[in-house]
């Protein structure tokens, strides 16, 4: 099956650095990825759709100057979260759409970053 | 607004007995509904999809149920197995996935 992986699995930082996270799939393109957020008991929120080639599409609520999304290529995002703060601590999951996939574009999650910032 | 409910946060079933957990959603219209699977610190992990004119799905253990008119769908895992406890996420699919705050599933042996 179609692969994702996310580097780093954990990271931690200080308050006010900028952390980058990578998601790469690993044996197929994925024109389309997407950003996910997830607090402990709760559901995953979509922050922003990133589209290789192109600037990324941003939940409502979710500041772009804050995340900022690259999709350089066919197999790789990434996401900085710049000055991050506490309040940034999170589980972040990304997931791509096998383009191949005609019938269903399915999407294939990675196994997702956890920010801890002290 | 629209809005997907999970409705049990969390489901105690006895190993060997079918677990069946809900999701009901409103002012939605999708073309697909899924279900993954999450363990602790991990990504969701496919299981299963259906579509809006399919009433039933099924996966080895595993079968969903999708009424649209009800605007609901029933996951149910028969013979269960302390293996499957999990959280288990309804997902609706429109150009984007959207998830449901999940089902953590206990199955007690």
């Known amino acids: 099956g179609a692969v994702v992986s996310q580097h780093p699995s954990r990271v931690i930082c200080k308050s006010g650095t900028s952390v980058k996270i990578e998601c790469r799939s690993l044996d197929f393109q994925a024109t389309t990825m997407f950003w996910y957020r997830q607090f402990p008991k709760k559901s995953l929120m979509l922050m922003a759709t990133s589209n290789e080639g192109s600037k990324a599409t941003y939940e409502q609520g979710v500041e772009k100057d804050k995340f900022l999304i690259n999709h350089a290529s066919l197999t790789l995002s990434t996401l900085t979260v710049t000055s991050a703060h506490p309040e940034d601590s999170s589980f972040y999951i990304c997931s791509a759409r096998d383009t191949g996939l005609a019938e269903y574009n399915e999407q294939f999650f990675g196994p997702g970053t956890r920010l801890t910032v002290l | 607004s629209q809005k997907i409910e999970q409705n049990s946060e969390a489901l105690n079933i006895q190993e060997g007995k079918t677990a069946t957990l809900t999701c009901n959603y409103t002012n939605y219209s999708p073309a697909y509904l899924q279900w993954y699977r999450q363990d602790p610190g991990r990504g969701p992990v496919f299981l299963l999809l259906i579509r809006e004119n399919e009433k039933e799905k099924r996966k080895e253990r595993l079968k969903v149920t999708f009424d649209t008119t009800l605007k609901q769908s029933l996951f149910h895992i028969t013979a269960s197995q302390p293996a499957d406890s999990a959280t288990y996420l309804c997902?609706?699919?429109?150009?984007?996935?959207?998830f449901g705050k999940g089902t953590r599933l206990h199955i007690l042996p």
């Open positions: 997902a609706l699919r429109d150009d984007k996935i959207i």
